[in-house]
DNA sequence: TTGAGACCGGCTACAAGCGT
DNA sequence: ACGCTTGTAGCCGGTCTCAA
């Protein structure tokens, strides 16, 4: 990797012309600092992050954000307001979609001054993971549901979010619903819904779904092929990702919401506004609160007499669309 | 084993050189 | 004398080397 000396040697300068014609800064006439340009392209030479920020004594502050694969349209919404949400206190990011051990080392390697990981419940922190985080002098703030030590949490309610969507289908005067989706903690707020607003509770109706196998088709086919009475009027998709293949579902068999039945999907995304021909109802956290939150407790200090991590949780909400009506 | 000193890469403040 | 250009020294914190 090239350094400014090699690119000082070569131009026959020292390191401080170099230093000032890279960041475009006075005081180096134009000859000069277009054969340093030059040199510098033709050596390939990149910037050493952590030399810079050393020379800078650590005012090049920044948040790393660990996406373990991070993909879906709701990755790259809170990524987006992470960063402006940081940017505006003075911080870059930087996103790391490798496995949580080997991003944690980047980011250590690249003296972030924070870090925020998005694992699920069930991700368990490795010895590599703990190892590091052991000399990581930052805050940690773990979002979407993990537990680790020393570290802020940021839980998502996806329980109550289901269950909210579960209350506003039965406001609506729904009482045969259906769930699609894996189970998780969303699948207790979906019954547990149910159970509170004594609606029909029939095991078929909840299709449980694997992002590595086929998309149950046949099993939805059976359902919305019951006579009327027992056929549900509305659905609820757990995830964007469920969505998607409900959606091709849908079409492939001709079936209209809200005519043929209400849907209710997690994720508060406003591309859910465009997915099909009505807007979608949605439940989940608002992206800009949650990232708000999430720059918030990895930059603030606690208040006195709270403890120094602190465990919140972000509140979801319903935007009730179009895809939700009552039956008929 | 311990401590001192050199080194790493990039930036900044200040000094020096040069042309007009 | 002045302004522009270029050079030098020192700084940062962690790591490495080497001598005591």
Redesign the pocket.
Known sequence: MA???DIAQAAK?????V??A??NE?????K?RERILQIAKELNYS??VP??K????AEAKSIGIIWHRGNGLFFGHMCNEMERQANARGYSTLVSIANPEKAFQLFHRHQVDHIASWCLPTWTPTYAFLQTKEQFKGNMLMLGGALLDRSHRLTIDRKGAIYEGVQHLAELGHTRLAFVGAETEKLIGFTMGILDFQLHYRPESIVLTDRLAPFPEERLLHLLRQPEASRPTAFVVDSQGNLYRFVHFIRKHGYRVPDDFSLVVYDAIYEMEFVLDVPLTTVGPNVESLAKQAIGLLLDDAPAGEEQWRNATAESELIARASTVSPK
């Open positions: 350094t400014i000396k300068v020292t390191l401080g012309t230093s000032r890279l960041n006075p005081g180096v006439g134009d000069t910037r050493s030399a810079k050393q020379a800078l004594q």
